[in-house]
């Protein structure tokens, strides 16, 4: 069992920066395969960006790649998601999921854990 906790929300002008935490328990976070999601009002949710266990992989949708960075601590049980040149477009709640397996998926429905997310805002 892996319980996830999503953290760094909030209200940022377009352009600037916010850095998402998503802290772990369980026993197993070095073995998961982690990513975010987001879900703006009335849409439906889509993938952010995962990462492998060890940190080597990492994966971005076309939307955001080269503006938001994934990375992870397993010491500390937290992957992080950094967010730059933020559109209002990326206005959503974010959500944090963790796979029990270590195979590379974008598909939330493969994922077995998820946080309740963090609201993120981006005002133009």
């Known amino acids: 069992q892996v319980h996830l906790v999503e953290s760094g929300g909030g209200l940022v002008q377009a352009g600037g920066s916010l850095r998402l935490s998503c802290a772990a328990s369980g026993r197993t976070f070095a073995s998961n395969f982690m990513g975010w999601f987001r879900q703006a009002p009335g849409e439906d949710r889509e993938f952010v960006a995962a990462?492998?266990?060890?940190?080597?992989?990492?994966y971005y949708a076309d939307s955001v790649k080269g503006r938001f960075t994934i990375s992870r601590d397993n010491a500390k049980n937290t992957v992080y998601l950094q967010m730059n040149s933020l559109k209002p477009e990326d206005t959503a709640v974010y959500y944090c999921?963790?796979?029990?397996?270590?195979?590379?998926?974008?598909?939330?429905?493969?994922?077995?854990?998820w946080g309740q997310g963090t609201q993120v805002t981006v005002s133009s």
């Open positions: 999921a963790a796979r029990a397996l270590r195979i590379a998926t974008i598909q939330g429905s493969e994922y077995d854990y």
């Open positions: 990462i492998s266990w060890s940190g080597a992989s990492t």
